[in-house]
Each structure stands twice: as structure tokens, then as C-alpha cells.
């Protein structure tokens, strides 16, 4: 079985079944389960089950989360039970709330995806029988009708007037026509020009067949790109690189630093026990314990934002990296586009007519100038209307059901082509059932493929002669034409003339329809003939897929962020650049790379070619999986949108894939991090500003955090310098960083982003979680912190032994109101604290109200007071630390001013720190 190496599609219907052993009446019972054991099911690899157990262990494969786990792990070893149990309390909490989005992610996921057919009518031992289409082996014969989802990859052996829907293999808006004839062709062909098969997943849009299996399961096209998906590895985000380089930069100062403290201790003859509690005080204050906390609720509070604007994330990494991106590659058709074939020209009688409006509604007009046309009766442009409403097979009916049918919406069935020339004709109050009623239908020549028109025979009343309308490629129909009818009446054709208008459309990526009438019965019967002859030339009709209302608002936005947008398409080359020259992407006369072509560059020319190619057409899974990779090494953060089967493997590859949620298949939401639920280019661009927001948030929660426990750090080091106490007790800094100031930058996580986030340029992806820029404050603010808690120390007795108790929670209370001040100078980087809305992030109000309320509480609540050590203090105590306090207001003021950032001045791009 299947002993031949040439292709299917290059062999004749009787080589095909000698060589898959199969026959007219179809496999016998036996046969087919013989090779059902021998070759398996017909199943493509299925995506792995959501799990609660992997994507709970998944919240704790962080630097961050490992350095929490040895210091819980060292409290424990000493016994240091308050300390672990502070930090156990962080690690639960981080990962529930990671784990609980991820799972409702997934969840909502599973919701959208819906199931293909599982049902195949076959041939078996001559009767025909319906089987589960997982028990189809090649061989087998399986009948396909208008409605069928295609269940295996078939080698047609019949077709009449098949069509087929195989945009999610091959990117192609139109159906494509099939044909049961042998192609003769040199070389491989593409997926899209194998026009005598049929292929898994792809939907009968007219027309019925006859096929034999050829390959099923992992054989099949959409089989071979799912391994393919499965084979390719999802890449690290921006973030969770930021994060590891980060986590190792932490480890190594908690490290050294306390080796140091440890060492210049034990040198001036200070007690090992000491110097271990004072080691351990420094690595509890150079641990960040509430940042995993602030990311993973940044990003979560993200996610909500994004839900809400149609984006459901699946992993919450991916929301920072949609942020990070600097090229996004977008499909077209559905995500560009409405996926709803549009008339927007007519050539009728050498004039150019536009016509407005798009959708399934007939609302909208003809056009000329920019003035509405009144389409008179008889007139060529009535006829040519009435031409395309009546050759056709195709219904437009107002919708009766629920949602848009209470809008007064439309909904259509059959070919696209033939919908859209309904919807015009509507617009010019042409009726289709109310045209029969007037136009009896008597005869119909259906479209072929291999003859290019279609045809329409009628009769107006009883005794007149029939009148024929036809429908086709111009140069079929043109051919057909001795004359043409104009506003003048009838004339002699100029073929040349018309074909030249005709490619004058089609230069604007419009399909171009021509239509045609006779009237007499030599003209109905000529139609039924190989050549018809003796027609009335009557208009061209050019349509697409028109692009989304918001589609080039939203190009801009991105161009305007500095991200760079590549349309990457299945679809013909003059549609993909008039579509990507209406949207902004490319102009009209922007260079497109093809399939072909780009499978002839090396690596290296195809790098130089992506500098500045914006179209890519008639592109395969492999051609786009390698677009990405290139992209990738060439340094950007890649953002991939789709909704095909044939996208997978690079919504996978990409940082961040992005699958349609409405037209979107299984396969391509489940190779991605995020689904549109409205399958909107608009959708993408308002995620990456939600991105960008959740990667700000993170960055000003990290820079408060870490400037803090600096603070903290340097505090303790002095003190250890001077020889002094420590200010500060291990379970004290817990208190801080976990407990008080971790409700202030779990707020910071709330702000709403500020104006400009979006109009600035995309990050630098080798930049880290702090910039330079950022390291000079987190200086500045830990110096102005240490100094000022130490001197409060000192001030309050922190020499005298009676008194360092007393001492100590002066230094804890005077960090605690430095970190309640320097949260407001961490809500923006570049504007001055004073010039922001205090009211514009409720949550910080509300956190910093309550980390003072708690960390005064504890100092009269007995159970804290023994844990922690605290007691109240005096008035005048109160007094120094708010007046010392308030210094680190003034010194964040003093650098915003010196760096030219006050007031939200643009900044000089920042070098990376690396």
C-alpha cells in the first residue's frame, strides 16, 4: 500500500487506487479494521489537558521564589520561626493568586475552542455509511457536501462545483474551486494550488465530491504542523529574562554582603552568634520578599484590564512581553479585515462608480465623484446590478435570531463572492427574492472552475424570450461579448479597453467579477455550450475583504510606540499590499515578499530583506515559523497574530502568539499566550499598552522595594562600621518589607499607567528591570534613608543599652514613614509627585493608610509587641522621624529636576543595563 513516490495530486484517480489497494465501492469491513490497527487512528496529536498541578508548580520557577526558599529554609534551620512563617505566608500567597489566573485562563480557554466534526460518510463494500472520522484509513472513500467539515487529507477522484474554506491551512480569504483532474506541474506545489485535494480541517462551502483518504492523523497536513508545534519550544519572555538576570544579581549581593558583614565582624573580635543574626538581618533586607507577590499581581490586574478590552491571557509573563514588543506580525484576513467580502468599485460604460458601506448590511451607496448615483432601471448600471443579484446561488436574509438580529442585522449563506454581489445590489434596492418573483428562474449553469462563469437563464413573462445574465473572470466573459451596452445605448466592445480597466481593479487588490446579458434562446442555449457567443458586455464588479474601521487607527499607534508591523499573509500578493497600503503598514508601491520567493533567500538575505519589507504573500507555516526565528535573532520581541492551523508553529515560536478567539482554531489557541476574543487588530495594540503599563507598575514597585531594602542594607552596615547595635531586628525587617511597605507596592501594581506610556519607543530587550537611570535613585534613596534612620537611632539612645530597645523601633518607625513618603515619588519616573493625581490610584490612599495604621496598631497590640518588639512612642519622637522622613521627598524632587524629567519631559534613551 502506497508503494509510489510521486505526489498524490500529480497521479490519475486509477493510480490511486491500485496504489492504495482501494476500489469504486470502497475498502470491505475487514480491510478497513486491518488498517485501522496497522496505521492508528486518525487523531492529530491533542493538546495536553489542563492540569492544576503543573501550572501550581509552574509559580515557583522563579530566581526570586528559590533565593525565598533558602531563607525560609535557614529560619527554619535556626529556628527562627516568626521569620519562615512571614516568608512562607509571601510564597503561598504568590502562588495562588499566579495560579488561580492561569487556571481560569486556561479554563476560558477551553470554553472558546469548539469541536470539529467527528463524523464521516463513507463507501464501504459498496453502501454508503456514516463512521467516526478517527476509525478513517487511507483508502477509504468519503462523500463531501455543501456544510462538511473535510475529516482527512483526500485525493478527489469526483467534484462537482466544490469549493472549499482553507483559510486555516492556507491563509486564502476566497474559497478555493476543486478539481478531480491529475495536475501536471514540475517540482513541489503549494498547499493552496493542490486543487484536487481536500485537507483535514478545511470546510465544503458548495458543491459535493468524492475523495480517497490519502493520509490521516499525523500524516496530514494540519498533522504535520501540529508535531511541528509540539517539536517547537516556547521562547523566554522579556520579563522572565529581566526576572533570572534580576534573581542572580539579588543572590550574589545577598551573598557578598553578608560574607563581608560576617567577616569584618569576626575580624573585630564580635561574637559568630552575633554575626550570624547580623548576616541574616542583611540578606532578610537585601531580599525583595513582596516583589513576586507585586509582579505576579501587576500582571494579574493587567489581565483583568486586558479581558476587558477583548484580550484572555493565558500566561501571565506573556502580558509584560506583549508590552516589550518591536515587531508584531500580523495576518490579514479577520484580523485586518472583516473576513467579509465588500463590492467597493464598479466599471460600468467606461465610468468608475464607488460604493461605500461594508459588512453583510445593505447600507451604504453608489457612488460617483463623491456624489450619490440614482441606478435607474434598464440602465447598464441597473443591469449590471441585476446580473450578480441573479447569477447567483447564495441567500442574504435579516437575521431573525437573537444579538445582531435586534440591530437589524444580515446574515448570509454560500460563497462570499456571490453574498457580496447581493449586499451591493440591496444597496441599490435590488431584491433577490423579489427579483425571481419577477425573473423566473428557468435554467442555471453552476460556476466551475475549469469554465470560469457562471450563468443564469430567465424569463420575464410567458411569450418573451428568455434572458440570460452571466457572471466571470473578465477575459472569459469579455470573450463571450460582440458588444457592450452603454448610457447611450448598445456599442461595439473594445476587449482591450475593458480588460485593461479590469486590471486597473485588480492593480488595487479588488477581485474583479465581469458581467454579461443575452437575450433569445441561441444566447440561453450558447451558455450550456464550451464557447458562448453573442452576449452584451455589461460592467466589471470589484470587491475585497475590506479592512476593520479601527484596523489603521490602530497600525498608527503602534508605528507612533515605535513598533514595527509586518503583515504576514496566505492571501495573493496585490490583495495583502492594497490591504496593508489602506491600513498604514506599507505604501502602494511597497515591495512584497512571496512564498517562492522567500523560500529561494538564504538566511542571510532574508535577514537583510526583513529590514524593510513590511508584506509577506502566499506564505506557508514554515515560511512564517522562519520569519519569526529570524526576527527573533535579529534581536526584536516578536508579537504573532492568527487563526489558522498553518500559524501555529509560529504563534508558538513567538514571544507572544495571539490566536483568534471567533474564527480562531484549536490548534492555533493552543500554541498561543493570548486569544482575542473579538479577533481585532485594535485588541493587540490595546494590549501592548496594557503591557507596557504592567511592566512600568512592576519597574516602580521593583525601584521602591529595592531602594527601601538598600535603605535597610546600608543602615545595618553602618551601623555594623560605627559599632554600633543593630537598628533593626531580623523579624523587624520582615515586618517592613512583607507587612508595611507590602501593601503600599502592591498599590503601586494598581496605578492606571500614565498619559505617554504608549508614545514611547519600545524598551530595550536587553535593558533590565532597572536602568540606569533608576540605579542613581535606588542610590540616592537608600543614602538619604540609612543616614537619616541611623541618625534617629543615635538620637533616641541607640548607644545606651537601656534604651535600644527603644531605639530600634524609632529606626523601624522612621524607615516605615520614609517608604509611606517615597511611594509617592515611585509613581512616576520621569513627573514630579506634585504634579500627579492623588486621587488617580485609590489603592495607594488606601495602602498607605493602612500600613500605618498597621504598623501603629502593632505597637500597642501584645501579641505583636512581643513578636516583634515593638512599644510606643513619644510625641516628639513622632515629630523627628516625619520631619527626617520627609528628606527623601526632597532628594527624588532634586534628581527628577536634575535628569530634566520634572513635569513628564521626555527623556534621552536610557542605556541598558545589561
Known amino acids: 500500500m502506497a508503494s509510489t513516490t510521486e505526489p498524490w495530486w500529480s497521479l490519475d484517480a486509477e493510480a490511486v487506487y491500485a496504489d492504495l489497494g482501494s476500489r469504486r465501492s470502497g475498502l470491505d469491513a475487514d480491510e478497513a479494521a486491518a488498517r485501522l490497527v496497522s496505521i492508528g487512528p486518525n487523531r492529530v496529536r491533542a493538546p495536553e489537558r489542563t492540569r492544576a ?249 493587567s489581565v483583568r484590564r486586558m479581558a476587558r478590552r477583548n484580550a484572555i491571557v493565558r500566561r501571565l509573563p506573556a502580558v509584560e512581553a506583549l508590552g516589550s514588543c518591536t515587531v508584531i506580525a500580523t495576518d490579514k484576513t479577520g484580523t485586518l479585515t472583516e473576513n467579509q467580502m465588500t463590492v467597493r468599485a464598479l466599471d460600468v460604460g467606461g465610468q468608475r462608480f464607488d460604493v461605500t458601506g461594508s459588512g453583510l448590511e445593505p447600507h451604504g451607496r453608489i457612488e460617483r465623484g463623491g456624489e450619490p448615483v440614482a441606478v435607474a432601471e434598464g440602465s447598464p448600471l441597473y443591469l449590471t446590478l441585476l446580473a450578480g443579484a441573479l447569477a447567483n446561488e447564495s441567500d442574504l436574509r435579516r437575521h431573525t435570531g437573537t444579538g445582531t438580529g435586534a440591530d437589524g442585522g444580515y446574515v448570509g449563506r454560500g460563497d462570499p463572492t456571490e ?159 492594497a490591504v496593508a497600503a489602506m491600513v498604514g503598514i506599507a505604501a502602494r508601491d511597497a515591495p512584497v515578499l512571496q512564498g517562492a520567493e522567500l523560500a529561494a533567500l538564504s538566511d542571510d538575505a532574508l535577514r537583510e530583506a526583513l529590514r524593510d519589507v513590511k508584506v509577506f504573500a502566499r506564505v506557508g507555516p514554515s515560511d512564517k515559523l522562519r520569519i519569526v526565528r529570524l526576527l527573533r535573532e535579529q534581536g526584536h520581541v516578536v508579537a504573532v497574530t492568527g487563526d489558522g492551523v498553518n500559524d501555529a508553529p509560529a504563534l508558538k515560536s513567538a514571544h507572544v502568539g495571539a490566536a483568534m478567539g471567533m474564527m480562531g482554531t484549536d490548534v492555533a489557541k493552543e500554541a498561543s499566550e493570548i486569544v482575542l476574543t473579538d479577533d481585532r487588530f485594535s485588541t493587540i495594540s490595546a494590549a501592548v499598552e496594557e503591557g507596557r503599563i504592567a511592566f512600568s507598575n512592576i519597574r516602580k514597585a521593583t525601584v521602591f522595594l529595592v531602594s527601601s531594602g538598600f535603605g535597610e542594607l546600608l543602615a545595618i552596615l553602618g551601623s555594623l562600621f560605627l559599632g554600633l547595635r543593630l537598628p533593626f531586628l531580623p523579624a523587624q525587617i520582615l515586618w517592613l518589607n512583607v507587612v508595611t511597605n507590602g501593601v503600599e507596592d502592591v498599590a503601586l501594581a494598581m496605578e492606571p499607567g500614565e498619559p505617554e506610556e504608549f508614545r514611547r519607543p519600545p524598551r530595550d530587550p536587553k535593558e533590565g528591570i532597572l536602568s540606569r537611570l533608576l540605579i542613581e535613585r535606588t542610590l540616592v534613596v537608600g543614602i538619604v534613608m ?129
Open 53 to 301: 498541578l503543573p501550572i501550581l508548580l509552574h509559580q515557583f520557577k522563579s530566581p526570586l521564589i528559590y533565593i525565598l526558599l533558602v531563607a525560609m529554609a535557614t529560619s527554619l534551620a535556626l529556628a527562627h520561626w516568626e521569620d519562615a512563617i512571614v516568608i512562607g505566608i509571601v510564597l503561598v500567597l504568590n502562588a495562588v493568586i499566579g495560579f488561580v489566573q492561569e487556571y481560569r485562563a486556561e479554563n476560558a480557554i477551553a470554553a472558546l475552542m469548539r469541536m470539529i466534526s467527528t463524523r464521516a460518510t463513507v463507501l464501504r463494500d459498496g453502501e454508503r455509511t456514516e463512521i467516526e472520522s478517527a476509525d478513517l484509513v487511507p483508502g477509504d472513500l468519503v462523500l463531501l457536501e455543501s456544510g462538511d467539515r473535510v475529516p482527512a487529507d483526500l485525493r478527489l477522484v469526483e467534484a462537482a462545483r466544490l469549493e472549499c474554506d482553507e483559510a486555516m491551512l492556507t491563509g486564502e480569504s476566497l474559497p478555493v474551486g476543486k478539481v478531480a483532474d491529475r495536475l501536471a506541474a514540475e517540482g513541489t506545489l503549494p498547499v493552496a494550488e493542490r486543487r484536487n485535494m481536500a485537507f483535514t480541517g478545511s470546510g465544503v462551502t458548495s458543491g459535493r465530491a468524492l475523495g480517497i483518504v490519502v493520509a490521516t492523523g499525523a500524516r496530514t497536513q494540519v498533522g504535520q504542523i501540529a508535531e511541528e508545534i509540539h517539536e517547537t519550544e516556547r521562547v523566554e519572555t522579556p520579563l522572565q529574562r529581566r526576572m533570572a538576570q534580576f534573581g542572580r544579581w539579588i543572590g550574589a549581593a545577598v551573598v557578598g554582603l553578608s560574607a563581608v558583614a560576617f567577616g569584618t565582624g569576626l575580624v573585630r573580635g564580635e561574637p559568630a552568634a552575633q554575626m550570624f543574626l547580623t548576616a541574616v538581618a542583611i540578606a532578610v533586607a537585601a531580599i525583595p520578599e513582596g516583589l513576586p507577590v507585586v509582579m505576579t499581581i501587576a500582571l494579574a490586574v
Open 419 to 577: 453574498v457580496a454581489l447581493l449586499v451591493v445590489a440591496a444597496k441599490a434596492g435590488l431584491n433577490r427574492e423579489a427579483l425571481l418573483q419577477r425573473y423566473r428562474q428557468i435554467d442555471q449553469v453552476p460556476f466551475e472552475p475549469a469554465q470560469r462563469f457562471a450563468a443564469s437563464v430567465h424569463r420575464e413573462r410567458v411569450h418573451e424570450p428568455p434572458v440570460v445574465f452571466v457572471k466571470g473572470a473578465p477575459e472569459r466573459v469579455v470573450a463571450m461579448c460582440d458588444r457592450m451596452l452603454l448610457d447611450s445605448g448598445d456599442a461595439g466592445i473594445d476587449a482591450d479597453e475593458v480588460l485593461r480597466r479590469a486590471e486597473v481593479l485588480a492593480a488595487q487588490g479588488l477581485r474583479v467579477l465581469a458581467m454579461a446579458v443575452g437575450r433569445g434562446e441561441a444566447e440561453a442555449r450558447s451558455v450550456r455550450g464550451e464557447s458562448p457567443q453573442g452576449l452584451q458586455f455589461l460592467g466589471l464588479v470589484g470587491m475585497l475583504d475590506p479592512p476593520r474601521d479601527d484596523a489603521a487607527a490602530s497600525v498608527r499607534a503602534c508605528l507612533g510606540a515605535g513598533i514595527e508591523v509586518k503583515m504576514v499573509t496566505g492571501d495573493h500578493a496585490a490583495t495583502a499590499l
Open 786 to 914: 540609612a543616614a537619616g534612620t541611623l541618625a534617629i537611632f543615635l538620637l533616641e539612645g541607640g548607644t545606651d543599652e537601656a534604651r535600644l530597645g527603644y531605639a530600634q523601633v524609632a529606626a523601624l518607625t522612621t524607615m516605615v514613614v520614609f517608604q509611606v513618603l517615597h511611594v509617592g515619588n515611585c509613581r512616576s519616573e520621569r513627573r514630579s509627585v506634585f504634579a500627579l493625581n492623588p486621587f488617580s490610584n485609590r489603592f495607594l490612599l488606601f495602602g498607605v493608610g493602612v500600613s500605618l495604621l498597621l504598623h501603629i496598631g502593632a505597637m500597642y497590640f501584645p501579641p505583636t509587641q512581643h513578636l516583634l518588639r515593638l512599644e510606643p512612642l513619644e510625641m516628639e519622637t513622632w515629630m523627628r522621624i516625619v520631619a527626617t522622613a520627609s528628606t527623601v521627598v526632597v532628594a527624588v524632587e532634586l534628581h527628577k529636576w536634575l535628569r530634566g524629567s520634572i513635569g513628564g519631559a521626555a527623556l534621552p534613551q536610557e542605556e541598558p543595563v545589561r
